[in-house]
């Protein structure tokens, strides 16, 4: 995971598809791709790093919370962030 935490020595491209849906809960993922961007999809998996898939997804009104990522001192950190009185799922 070094790989994703020191980004100020390199330039890092996270490939961004437009209409793809990432949705979490508790013990599954749910990955929504459209049926036209099957192929940037593949493209995407066969040119990542074996043990790590970095993909940017649209933004998902239907979720109950969104991963976030946050810079604090240097250190990377995701997080899943809810609607205020939502509960995540």
């Known amino acids: 995971m ?3 935490v ?3 020595n390199y330039q890092y491209t996270l490939h961004n598809i437009d209409q793809l849906l990432i949705h979490m809960e508790m013990g599954k993922s749910c990955i929504k791709i ?3 961007k099957y192929n940037d999809v593949m ?3 066969n040119s990542s790093n074996e043990h790590v898939i970095s993909i940017g997804a649209s933004f998902s009104t239907e979720a109950d919370s ?3 990522c946050i810079q604090n ?5 995701t997080q ?3 609607a205020t009185g939502h ?3």
């Open 34 to 36: 459209p049926r036209k």
């Open 87 to 89: 509960p995540r799922k």
């Open 80 to 82: 899943a962030n809810s």
């Open 73 to 77: 001192d240097g250190i990377y950190q």
């Open 66 to 68: 969104h991963l976030v």
């Open 6 to 8: 020191d980004l100020r």
């Open 43 to 45: 493209k995407v998996i």
């Open 2 to 4: 070094n790989l994703l």
